[in-house]
């Protein structure tokens, strides 16, 4: 498999996480997810949820009832809060790209990997990580702090890096 299209994710959202609708979740087949913490559910500066994602990760519940955080925060106790809130299992310091907790959390599914969209905001970490175990991977735009404006420079260079890698990065249209 080449670079280009291990940093190809099979759906780039080109919106935030709550536009990841139980739709798409359906046409693409999937029985379970795995969601990245920072910057997929919460702004990395926020110490807790917004209003708008427990309705969300319910309506997504629906629809795919066996969801994991996967987070390579550092932070046991931040994670597990979020995880708590939504009463779902996680995985703190996951250490992504490598795949090792990520199939640890498909495995306690009892899924195939291409059944399990891994969801997240990085194309280095989330997508590559995703795809390397055969994984639907889910490209959403990151949360950020509603007093920052402007996007990160890491995401720009992953972005850039991964189209001179031969990835295609076309937005979903809705």
């Not at 969601?35 to 795919?64: C, G, M, Y």
């Not at 404006?149 to 031969?166: I, K, T």
């Amino acid at each position: 498999m080449t670079w280009g299209n291990l940093l190809q994710p099979d759906l780039w959202l080109n919106k935030t996480t709550t536009h990841l609708t139980p739709k798409l979740l359906n046409d693409a087949g999937l029985k379970g997810l795995v969601l990245d913490v920072d910057e997929t559910l919460v702004p990395r500066t926020i110490k807790q949820l917004s209003d708008e994602i427990v309705p969300w990760f319910q309506s997504i519940q629906a629809v795919t009832p066996q969801i994991w955080l996967v987070s390579n925060n550092p932070s046991i106790p931040r994670i597990q809060r979020i995880a708590e809130v939504l009463n779902v299992p996680y995985i703190a310091r996951a250490g992504k790209p490598s795949r090792t907790q990520l199939r640890r959390a498909i495995e306690s599914m009892e899924l195939p990997p291409e059944q399990v969209g891994m969801v997240g905001d990085r194309l280095f970490t989330d997508v590559l990580a995703g795809n390397r175990l055969g994984m639907y991977t889910i490209l959403v735009e990151p949360m950020r702090h509603p007093k920052k404006q402007g996007g990160s420079l890491v995401h720009r260079a992953e972005f850039w890096l991964s189209r001179a890698l031969g990835a295609k990065l076309d937005p979903h249209q809705s």
